[in-house]
């Protein structure tokens, strides 16, 4: 429980950080506008702190449901259901602004 609460805090300071990158930099740069990612505008651009956030995400998910299976074919199902579910939650902060 503590851990989901601390991935969501994390992820929201992440994205809280990101709108004040953003504010600050159209104040610095009016002319200019920053490049976002088109398929998922809240991920950072850096590929690391990227990598990061949707590790996040993914042990948030993957602490939600039951313990991964033995079985290869069970498993193989585990994964296509986790994989589905941070597919969602993606799609779903892709529209989340906390600033």
């Given at each position: 429980?503590i851990e989901a609460l601390l991935a969501i805090?994390?992820?929201?300071?992440?994205?809280?950080?990101?709108?004040?990158?953003?504010?600050?930099?159209?104040?610095?740069?009016?002319?200019?506008?920053?490049?976002?990612?088109?398929?998922?505008?809240?991920?950072?651009?850096?590929?690391?702190?990227?990598?990061?956030?949707?590790?996040?995400?993914?042990?948030?998910?993957?602490?939600?449901?039951?313990?991964?299976?033995?079985?290869?074919?069970?498993?193989?199902?585990?994964?296509?259901?986790?994989?589905?579910?941070?597919?969602?939650?993606?799609?779903?902060?892709?529209?989340?602004?906390?600033?």
């Amino acid at each position: 429980m503590i851990e989901a609460l601390l991935a969501i805090l994390a992820l929201t300071l992440i994205v809280c950080w990101r709108c004040a990158c953003q504010a600050s930099a159209r104040e610095r740069h009016a002319t200019q506008q920053l490049p976002q990612s088109k398929s998922h505008p809240f991920l950072p651009e850096d590929a690391v702190l990227r990598r990061h956030v949707i590790s996040l995400v993914h042990h948030e998910i993957e602490a939600t449901l039951p313990p991964r299976p033995s079985d290869s074919v069970l498993l193989r199902h585990h994964q296509a259901l986790l994989m589905t579910k941070l597919e969602q939650r993606l799609a779903e902060l892709r529209h989340y602004r906390t600033c």
